[in-house]
């Protein structure tokens, strides 16, 4: 598993709608490094809703995918951020 440290990384939610859910989180290079199809990980408790990326954040962190001081945001914000 790799260890990815210090970044920032965006949430791009790409299907929510009639009862399915798919995201994924890119780098700043545009490599999804995590995947999320369905709602497991707010029926599991690590997300309260689809745009919870704090909760998405924590569950990435303990999991060894992100380390404690990367963040998440928005597509939208990333994007800004990102490829201004």
């Known amino acids: 598993m790799s260890y990815i440290s210090n970044a920032i990384y965006g949430y791009y939610v790409n299907l929510d ?25 707010i ?4 997300m309260r809703r689809t745009t919870d990326t704090q909760g998405l954040t924590e569950y990435l962190v303990s999991v060894g995918i992100i380390d404690c001081d990367a963040e998440i945001i928005p ?7 990102v490829y201004a």
Do not use: P, S
């Not at 029926?43 to 690590?46: A, M, N, S, V």
């Open 75 to 81: 597509m939208h914000e990333f994007e800004a951020m």
């Open 17 to 41: 709608e009639r009862g399915e859910f798919k995201a994924d989180v890119r780098d700043t290079q545009g490599k999804t490094v995590f995947r999320i199809d369905g709602y497991d990980l």
């Open 43 to 46: 029926e599991d408790g690590f």
